[in-house]
């Protein structure tokens, strides 16, 4: 898959470790920075990430910052992305297979990096359920509000 991974600087080796593990899973990854510990701001890097899935340059993002909250905000703002915030192999799992989440976002302050890789694993494994269509068309109604 094509995936665009982006984190700030509150999650910088949590990114850089993700990443290697997409890799070497056979993942074509981009890395959309940040690059270094220095603070900067998590929507920069949210949108680096979607503006890549929004044009299909990639088929999905991983956004990881200190929560996950704030990632999931700024990339929910974007026409068209489903970002889901998740914090166990669970939510991650529904994430995709209810929600269609094309990011999802997690927080590296939050749960441990091997709960973040089952999670990634596990909502890129796993199909979505058609009969959820329906209310992810209502979601992109809301967009013109
Ligand atoms: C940065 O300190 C922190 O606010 C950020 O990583 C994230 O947790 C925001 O939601």
Redesign the pocket.
Known sequence: MRLAIAC????LSYKERLRDLLRGAGHQVTDCGTDSTA?CD?PDFAQAACRLVQSGECDRAVLI???????S?AANKMTGIRCALVHSVETARLAAAHNRAQALAM???VIELATAWSCVQTWLAEPFEERHQRRLDKIAALEQH
């Open positions: 700030d600087h509150a999650a603070s998590y910052c200190g929560t996950g909250i704030g990632m905000i927080g590296a302050r």
